[in-house]
């Protein structure tokens, strides 16, 4: 697993967060304990910057598409 961590979940809880082998799930601490989602949670705050940084930058973006 290279540098990471392998780990097994019970049936019913991989069933209940809908993930099968392989797949990879994000972990956030939480206190003592951490939590763990099939989604990047710092995912839906990168697109919201990425949308303020687009609209900004439009004219810019466009040129450089070219």
Do not use: W, Y
Not at 14 to 40: E, F, N, P, S
Request: net charge positive.
């Amino acid at each position: 697993m290279g540098n990471s961590v392998g780990l097994i979940l019970p049936k019913d809880i991989a069933d209940h967060l809908h993930v099968t082998a392989g797949d990879v799930l994000h972990v956030v601490a939480d206190g003592d304990g951490a939590r763990l989602t099939r989604d990047d949670p710092t995912f839906e705050i990168a697109m919201k910057a990425f949308g303020r940084t687009r609209r900004k930058f439009r004219n810019a973006l466009q040129r450089l598409a070219k």
